[in-house]
């Protein structure tokens, strides 16, 4: 027995190693993976900020004296986003698109409200003719001057024409009057009642009958009754805005002639009273009835 050999065990774990060297091997590809590794790492050891332009050191102390001793911020330093609160969804604009016929002349308005009359006249067959109403005066009297006079009146019965006479130059001559008070067509409006009375005072005409928008969504919409004006009842109605630019509805209705933009406007609102009271009145009633001391200023 040679005492100089090692034991079977020690024989057999030194031929395990070496079998697993023997099954281990590094190729090209490892050795190029290992390289770019190394690269990257370097790379991102070497990386660092730019350079930014530092403060003057005497302008920087003297600004932090001058700040309670805080260092200001530097001229790279982000500011915060600007926070718009009170945000409101804004929805598209309602324009009337239809032909707009305006009359400053007796003649124009007489003609034009012949042509009314005669479209009154083959639609009543079919029931009660409703009627855009609207009316548009100067806000503003000169000092010591009595309230301004009714100068536009605005009607529309259809989607594709809309009658806006400067009556303020024209006057009320005796064939539209007849229109106004006749009962065949229902005048409909925002706070007609008071348009109706402003009619009665300056011209002495009995504006008949009538139908108050605001009652009318009371009705037939089942929210808590309030007093609707007409952007909001628009707004809720069609999902459109109805634009009021205050230089237009506080302008001059009494010039001589018209602008396009007031032509536009005073048409669209006669338009959209006409068109919410035929969605309207489409509706189921809801039997809901409106009782003065319950409404509400919207």
Not at 240 to 245: A, D, G, T, Y
């Amino acid at each position: 027995m040679n005492s100089g050999e090692p034991p079977a065990s020690s024989s057999l774990g030194n031929a395990g190693e070496e079998e697993e060297e023997d099954d281990f091997y590094w190729d090209a590809e490892a050795e190029a993976e290992l390289q770019a590794i190394e690269a990257a790492y370097a790379a991102a050891k070497r990386r660092r900020l730019p350079d930014w332009p530092s403060p003057n050191p005497v302008t920087a102390s003297a600004s932090a004296s001058a700040s309670g001793g805080c260092s200001p911020a530097p001229p790279w330093a982000p500011s915060p986003p600007a926070f718009r609160g009170n945000v409101k969804a804004r929805y598209q604009p309602v324009m009337f698109n239809g032909s707009i016929v305006y009359c400053r002349t007796p003649s124009e308005v007489e003609k034009a409200t012949r042509d009314i009359l005669c479209k009154i006249e083959t639609m009543k067959a079919s029931g009660q003719v409703s009627l855009g109403f609207d009316l548009e005066w100067r806000p503003f009297p000169r000092r010591g001057d009595p309230p301004c006079k009714v100068a536009v009146m605005q009607l529309c019965m259809e989607r594709t024409r809309c009658y806006v006479m400067h009556i303020i130059h024209s006057g009320v001559p005796p064939v539209l009057k007849s229109l106004l008070e006749d009962s065949s067509s229902v005048k409909v409006g925002i706070c007609i009642d008071n348009d109706a009375r402003k009619m009665f005072n300056d011209y002495d005409v009995h504006v008949q009958p009538l139908m108050d928008l605001s009652n009318l969504a009371n009705a037939k919409l089942g929210f808590p009754p309030k007093r609707w004006s007409l952007a909001s009842l628009t707004e809720m109605v069609t999902c459109r805005e109805l634009p009021k630019p205050s230089n237009i509805r506080m302008g001059n209705w009494e010039a001589y002639v018209l602008s396009k933009q007031q032509l536009q406007y005073a048409a669209t609102d006669a338009y959209i009273s006409w068109h919410l009271y035929e969605v309207l009145q489409s509706l189921p009633d809801n039997n809901v009835e409106v009782e003065k001391e319950t409404i509400t200023a919207a």
